[in-house]
């Protein structure tokens, strides 16, 4: 769709090769940010390819040009995305990386959005972890040093 007019565009066809095709079924996620379009595959659900096939399942996400639905290039290839966000901006993805299905080795990954370049990354403590942005009023906006904490399970 065009920002001058409500029409949509006709679809796009984007291939998204799979390297493991002799696997379970892919599954994609899609995320727009700076003008392009990316695609990855999501792992450290149950439905993970890696607790089940023999080939190596690369990570990495694609990014695609919205437009011709080209493939660009890949980015980060040896991270396994369990999910993927976009800064306010747009410049820069946020990305949660489950290295074990079991999620015992667990990272916060930070990509240029144009280069696909990896700016930084965090080691996180072993535990299942969901990102997202907000905007936060000031008032409410934590001070002081701030560190992630887990809630214990209940006792059944």
């Not at 306010?88 to 990386?97: K, R, S």
């Not at 990272?107 to 990896?118: D, P, Q, W």
């Amino acid at each position: 769709m065009k920002a001058d007019n409500s029409a949509l565009e006709g679809p796009v066809k984007v291939d998204f090769p799979d390297p493991a095709s002799d696997c379970e079924l892919q599954r994609r996620n899609m995320l727009g940010a700076a003008g392009r379009l990316f695609l990855y595959e999501p792992f450290g659900t149950k439905l993970d390819r890696r607790d089940s096939c023999a080939t190596e399942i690369p990570g990495g996400l694609r990014s695609v040009d919205p437009l011709t639905g080209g493939m660009l290039a890949r980015f980060a290839p040896d991270v396994h995305f369990a999910s993927l966000i976009s800064s306010a901006d747009g410049t820069e993805l946020y990305g949660i990386d489950v290295r074990d299905t079991s999620w015992t080795s667990v990272g916060l990954v930070r990509l240029n959005a144009i280069t696909g370049e990896v700016l930084a990354s965090r080691n996180l403590p072993s535990d299942v972890w969901f990102i997202d942005f907000a905007t936060v009023p000031i008032g409410l906006a934590p001070s002081g040093p701030v560190e992630a904490a887990t809630i214990p399970p209940t006792p059944d």
